[in-house]
């Protein structure tokens, strides 16, 4: 993609100006010089620093980066410097005195690489302070894949209390990548101070994009020159500094999807250039924004190029049209002809690896492969399809307000019938068509069409369902017995028909039987198990022979068995960021208990209702004994929507623990008359 830019040379290229699109969140904030550090000097009272994270295994005390744009043998570079001083507070954080750096191999010939690193680890010694300097012997290189080698390099002497203190130079050709690095100003551990400088000529017109909960400290811009190629003298440029000082560690909390969606960290991406030449200016626009970012995605060959023409397919088209005869069986037969013919890789993808034709033909490729080739097929058939670009959850979520491509790695199709919206994936064999895996449900994603693109929603339309019946029967030993029957619905039932598929029945069995190690399962039948119907049900004879327990003529239990929620998932008081379970929950569990001759109900749970505010959910926990003298117990867990934003937590985490505390409670059974309470 964008070859014809990766290979052009400064011999060919020539300059105008340019501009730098910012967020508009980041408002000019008022000068702040920052601490002075001085790479390979330290004072020994620097090591006496209190953290506001007494846990804090390691703090970083400085991380500065600076970039620029630097011409190399016709060739544009980014280049960036970097200072980083790290105390190490705990000996578990005694492995960061190993530094890790990824670089990028090129396609060309021309490769990211790494020059002048530098580093000292430092140590407090009966008040003096103990410099060991880097070696040779502590560098050497791993080939991680054909696109990315390790450079490492390993400090000596780093131990408990040590501060290490590196510097180091990234060189980028723009044959490799020409945006600048995102730069993460939080850690998993705490910041003191994180500073990011970058000057961009203005030959280029660079978006950026600042994310995160943390407040900037410095936000300046300032009006510069800067010499880039070669007899074009001094041009303009804009150099651009911002920091963030006391940046707490980044804490990785239940139900959220990647930490880049969360962390403080400023993106690049270029959006267009103009540049001078022999025979005038050379621009290039890539996505100023979304309409261009439309037409570029459009126009490119592996990916509008692939759905342009598909006339390989055309037999299948005709076979599949003459089947059916409506819309909605046509897009179905499409749709299952390509995820029962094709075998996803396991790899997302914008663009299409080598073309379609040749997907179709080896019967695998990427997600883009696949949905594009679905695209293609609807399209031979006269159906109205168009892509759908998303960022997958691991990827992080998109920006509506800024057109960014390189937020993007997903492809799958849609179509509109009867006026709605139906997204299809055909990676999944076990998906049905209009509904999403659980990776693609991020937010929006972007429908790229011709003359009406827009954004569209990926909220899944299907509940994670479970519900589970029992019919018992309590023994006078304390022992339970009787049917279990546990009804997978949605996701839920996508996900166990996935992984029934995978192990078999005995395995899936033996993983049950490893969840509820109380069990004695006497049958286990399991239905149905058609790919085509996303349901799924599981029947099993148990019998759990101490369920009760016994003093004198009372017997105890839990009456939720192995399907008490026991721990709270949100534990800390307050929150950071939304709640993110990917689909709604809806959670059914409803027992019948026959109680043993002679006994009743001494004690028994009080009903519970409670709703989470604006109808975002309900916990309800109801006990009673029917005219049979039989217990009926029914428990439903109930969360409407699959964001929880930050202001609703402390109502969703109370919810939850009402779930623990009613599903931990007994009921009490006593052989004989009860006393009737007041």
Known sequence: ????????????????CSLLFFSETLAQKVAHEGPTVKFGTIKADQFAVSP???SAEAIVLYDYGEARFDNNSNDLWIVCEY?????????????????ELPIRRGKSGQHEFISDFDGYTYNLTDGNVMI???TNAGHFTEKASDQFWVEKYTLPNVREGSIIDYKYTVHTPFGVSYNPRTWRFQQEIPVNWSEYRITIPDYFYYKMLMTGYVQIAVNEQKKTTTNLLAGQGAVSATSYRFAMENVPAFRDEAYITTEDDYLSRIDFELASYQLPGTVGIHTQNFSVGWDAMDKTLLDDADFGGQIKRAGFMRETAKTLLAQ???TLARVKAAYEFIRQSIKWNDEAGLWSQGGIKRVFE?????????????IALLREMDID??????????HGRINESYALLKKFNYVIGHVSIGGQDMLLDATDPYLPPGMLPVHCLNGTGRLVHPTAPRFISLLPKERD???YMGSFTISEDGEIAGTFKHSYGGYSAWSVRKQFAKDGKTKFLEEVQKKRPVWQIGKADFSPLDPAKNVFSADYTITIPEACSKAGERLYFKPMLTEAHGINPFKEAERLYPVDLGVPIDEVFSATYTLPAGFQVEEMPKTVSMMLPEEGGRFLYQVSVNANNQLQVVSRILLRRSVYHTGEYGPLRELFSRIVAKHAEQIVLKRGTVAEKN
């Open 1 to 16: 993609m964008f070859s014809s830019f990766f290979g052009y040379r400064l011999s060919m290229l020539i300059a105008v």
């Open 52 to 54: 506001s994270d007494s």
């Open 83 to 99: 200072h980083v001083r790290i105390q190490i507070r705990k000996k578990s954080a005694s492995d960061r005195g190993t530094i």
């Open 132 to 134: 060991s300097r880097l």
């Open 324 to 326: 059916h005869t409506d």
């Open 362 to 374: 080896n019967k695998k490729g990427n997600a883009a492969d696949i949905n594009l080739l679905l």
């Open 385 to 394: 399809a168009n892509p759908v670009i998303l960022s997958t959850r691991s």
């Open 465 to 467: 369902t479970d519900m």
